[in-house]
């Protein structure tokens, strides 16, 4: 994903804003800053360092300035461009509204990336998980995710409901909440451009568009439409279409060529488990891609293994995919993993690839020697259980 193109011109010593996270975020970040400085040094010396900057946002936030997400973190990200975050809280059904949305939409991180790769010795409830090797581009921006909604017996989820019977004639059943699903042609062309770029750059053999559009034809349906379009006008010389492989290629991809293919969301959750070597390159709407990239994630050790990143055309935010334990808080105990990899996904974006490299044969050779953290140890026999900071200094101890 890094090119000097894309106007990240990265200097020998950056400064990059982190948050903490909340309740177990302090934990995996402390044990994530260790790995990712430890690397860093361990592949350029003293040539190269990153220079942390804090940015508030969430509990300890709101304790320190009365305010969830401040102004201030907003242009210390944007002053810096790239960042790393822990875990933030979102209550359910009432209270603050996401701050990883708000993130999200105020820096137009527009594309979530996560990859999905499995792990040697991870456990896994699949019986070949070492056929998973895919990566999601989730739109970030659009969908029922943008907040657009409101309570049942509102003003404005009446006024709603009475615009849409007056109009179509078609009744919504009084005391509904009410809430809206905007995608739009911008917002999918430039997902699908993102994933299409990716798979170039890299290699990859297909680019899968994931829909409902059976059913939501002028949102999902109109997602996949948008999608072939961009991939058709934009790269054309790299891109051939499943229609075309099968009455063209007879089902042989020429050298070179990514076959773009698009899938229904409900067969693609079957899909993945029962083929997942026929996926390789996922894009998807909204809130397909959050179902879609958790349930991926279990099948290659569960979130706390899974990392990810939000980027847009100007500024990037790694982070923790998984919620805050707090009941897990300030024991030293949870898995770092997630945290790690998305710094492993940072440093590739930095262009410090063998600083990456190190980290991802670390951890590999860690899981190898089974000392995991305790959501691994208990679903594999034999292992050693270490703490959050014991699991950090294991893959540094593997760097040699």
């Known amino acids: 994903m890094y090119s000097k193109e894309n106007g990240f011109v990265i200097p020998d010593h950056p400064k990059i804003p982190y948050i903490e996270g909340d309740g177990t975020g302090p934990d995996i970040w402390k044990a994530t800053r260790m790995v990712l400085n430890r690397a860093v040094f361990h592949a350029y010396g003293s040539r190269r360092k990153i220079v942390w900057v804090e940015a508030l946002a969430g509990e300890k936030a709101f304790r320190k300035t009365g305010t969830w997400l401040p102004a201030e973190t907003l242009e210390i990200i944007k002053n810096h461009r790239i960042a790393i975050k822990g875990p933030l809280t979102t209550p359910v059904g009432k209270g603050i509204r996401s701050i990883n949305v708000a993130l999200r939409q105020e820096l137009d991180l527009y594309g979530c990336v996560r990859p999905i790769v499995y792990i040697r010795g991870l456990p896994s409830p699949i019986r070949h998980p070492e056929k998973v090797d895919m990566v999601v581009f989730r739109e970030n921006t659009?969908?029922?995710?943008?907040?657009?909604?409101?309570?049942?017996?509102?003003?404005?989820?009446?006024?709603?409901?009475?615009?849409?019977?007056?109009?179509?004639?078609?009744?919504?059943?009084?005391?509904?909440?009410?809430?809206?699903?905007?995608?739009?042609?911008?917002?999918?062309?430039?997902?699908?451009?993102?994933?299409?770029?990716?798979?170039?750059?890299?290699?990859?053999?297909?680019?899968?568009?994931?829909?409902?559009?059976?059913?939501?034809?002028?949102?999902?349906?109109?997602?996949?439409?948008?999608?072939?379009?961009v991939a058709l006008e934009e790269f054309g010389e790299n891109i051939i279409t499943e229609e075309d492989l099968l009455n063209r290629y007879n089902g042989k991809a020429p050298a070179g060529k990514i076959v773009l293919k698009d899938r229904i969301a409900d067969a693609m959750f079957q899909q993945i488990l029962l083929r997942p070597d026929e996926c390789d390159i996922l894009a998807m709407p909204n809130l397909n891609g959050d179902y879609m990239s958790d349930a991926l994630a279990a099948m290659v050790g569960g979130l706390?293994?899974?990392?990810?990143?939000?980027?847009?055309?100007?500024?990037?935010?790694?982070?923790?995919?998984?919620?805050?334990?707090?009941?897990?808080?300030?024991?030293?105990?949870?898995?770092?993993?997630?945290?790690?990899?998305?710094?492993?996904?940072?440093?590739?974006?930095?262009?410090?690839?063998?600083?990456?490299?190190?980290?991802?044969?670390?951890?590999q050779k860690t899981v190898r020697q089974k000392r995991v953290t305790y959501d691994l140890a208990r679903q594999m026999n034999g292992a050693t259980e270490l703490k959050c900071s014991a699991f950090a200094s294991a893959i540094i101890d593997n760097f040699r």
């Open 142 to 229: 659009e969908d029922v995710y943008t907040g657009l909604e409101w309570e049942a017996d509102s003003p404005m989820a009446k006024k709603i409901i009475e615009l849409v019977q007056h109009e179509t004639g078609k009744p919504i059943r009084q005391g509904s909440g009410i809430g809206l699903k905007p995608m739009s042609r911008f917002g999918t062309r430039r997902l699908v451009r993102m994933a299409i770029s990716f798979a170039i750059e890299n290699r990859r053999k297909s680019v899968t568009l994931v829909h409902k559009g059976n059913i939501m034809k002028y949102t999902e349906g109109a997602f996949r439409n948008w999608g072939y379009e």
């Open 304 to 363: 706390g293994m899974a990392p990810g990143a939000n980027i847009g055309d100007g500024y990037a935010v790694f982070e923790a995919t998984h919620g805050t334990a707090p009941k897990y808080a300030d024991q030293d105990k949870v898995n770092p993993g997630s945290l790690i990899l998305s710094g492993v996904m940072m440093l590739e974006f930095l262009g410090w690839k063998e600083a990456a490299v190190h980290i991802r044969k670390g951890l």
